[in-house]
T-cell receptor
Framework: GQQLNQSPQSMFIQEGEDVSMNCTSS?????WLWYKQDPGEGPVLLIA?????ELTSNGRLTAQFGITRKDSFLNISASIPSDVGIYFC??????????FGTGTRLQVFP | ETGVTQTPRHLVMGMTNKKSLKCEQH?????MYWYKQSAKKPLELMFV???????ENNSVPSRFSPECPNSSHLFLHLHTLQPEDSALYLC??????????????????FGPGTRLTVL
């Protein structure tokens, strides 16, 4: 079945550094979503991508829909302590369901 | 404010108790979901409701019983749970495909979750 692999599993970075993470699929997706989950809270939608090659920004966050439609990338520039959390990618399975990646846990040190 | 609320935020229950989790969405969506999130595991879809009709039961044990009285409310009734059922239970909602335009039907919005501990 479909599965989404995220890498890295965890990152420990210094405040101010840039962050890159990616998500790969065994099959083609026509939508990629990126979520962030703070400890003890539900995931919050950050960016939605709908077209291969699309590059979309949300503040310091930039996400790209890979040309092969089997991957997506999320970059965070100039990280700050509140960027701490778990970042999930997600893609559609059937018309109304999502499959989620395993998550990238980000820790930012001052 | 996410537009999706869940109560209670925390729940501790014994294995013989009966309790219910509640979810309410204020976004005008017509699909609602229950997910289970355990430590170090991907989000697990439990149930899907479209227009109050259950369209997915992802092999969930019968000790979990969902109820969707209308498109804005979703419940998860819990009965004789096991300690391994301890997890964060998340509710989400979305606009059903075909009614929202290209792409937006995939966007699910989550509530803050209920942290459940079964003793």
């Amino acid at each position: 079945g479909q599965q989404l692999n995220q890498s890295p599993q965890s990152m420990f970075i210094q405040e101010g550094e840039d962050v890159s993470m990616n998500c790969t699929s065994s099959s083609i997706f026509n939508t990629w979503l990126w979520y962030k989950q703070d400890p003890g809270e539900g995931p919050v939608l950050l960016i939605a991508l709908y077209k291969a090659g699309e590059l979309t920004s949300n503040g310091r966050l930039t996400a790209q829909f890979g040309i092969t439609r089997k991957d997506s990338f999320l970059n965070i520039s100039a990280s700050i302590p509140s960027d701490v959390g778990i970042y999930f990618c997600a893609g559609p399975r059937d018309t109304d369901k999502l499959i989620f990646g395993t998550g990238t846990r980000l820790q930012v040190f001052p | 404010e996410t537009g999706v609320t869940q109560t209670p935020r925390h729940l501790v229950m014994g294995m013989t108790n009966k309790k219910s989790l509640k979810c309410e969405q204020h976004l005008g969506h017509n699909a609602m979901y229950w997910y289970k999130q355990s430590a170090k595991k991907p989000l697990e879809l439990m149930f899907v409701y479209n227009f109050k009709e259950q369209t997915e039961n992802n092999s969930v044990p019968s000790r979990f019983s969902p109820e969707c009285p209308n498109s804005s409310h979703l419940f998860l009734h819990l009965h004789t749970l096991q300690p391994e059922d301890s997890a964060l239970y998340l509710c989400a909602s979305s606009l059903r495909w075909g009614l929202a335009g290209v792409g937006s039907y995939n966007e699910q919005f989550f509530g803050p979750g209920t942290r459940l501990t079964v003793l």
